[in-house]
């Protein structure tokens, strides 16, 4: 009798031991599954980050209106949710529509973070004599596409450096890696997914808009989207 109870008992312990090695590891690779909390935001990036609509069909995106200094000094492309036809066909048929977002930190799109702005919609560049178009238009970022930080930048050359975003139905962004000053900002789409020359030399480190097209020829159908050199004179 007692043979069977101590069976009995070794059978429950064996069991019982089973079981909360089994809640052990189950509550291991849950904890192992969590991510850690990102790190606090860095206030420094609190501000007002103007960017550029641009679109292509239905689809839009922003980029970031980047300079040399704290916290603008970040080149950044996301993709825009987008329900507002009337936002759509202005950033379609316009050269250029800019935002104005209330102050908000960086970081979160820095971090690839879906996040919502409200921002002043301009057409034309909302510090140089834009126009007011929306007002307080709520903009849902969706999917970051591109991140550069200008904390050390490659030094102002004639040779030119453009990175590479692929978009829906094999379209490409390039968008120009920014020097040291004097350089410039510029975003073109690629309508044909081509392989092609997207390094080159200039006759100066800002070119005309034509001399970069010209070079960029094999690369098929393009349209020029957005071109800056203000904010980055010497």
Known sequence: MWRHMNKSIALIFVLFTMLLSATFFSIA?????????????DPKYMGIHGMVLVANMSSMYASHLPMYHEPHNVQLIYTIENKNLSLMRLVLDADLVTIKPK????????????????????????????MPTFKDLPLNFEKQLYLRSLDDPEKSHIRHKY??????NNKRLLVHRIQTAPSYDQLILLFDNVSCMTEFATATAVP?????????????????LYYETYDFRQ
């Open 208 to 224: 005309s808009e034509s001399e970069i097209y010209h070079k960029l020829a094999f690369c098929g159908s393009m349209k020029p």
């Open 163 to 168: 990175d590479t975003v692929d978009l829906p």
């Open 103 to 130: 102050p908000f930190n960086l970081q979160h799109l820095m971090r690839g973070e879906k996040f919502t702005v409200v921002a002043d919609v301009y057409l034309g560049h909302f510090e140089r004599g834009g």
């Open 29 to 41: 690779a849950t904890s192992a599954e969590e991510p850690a909390p990102p790190p606090p935001l």
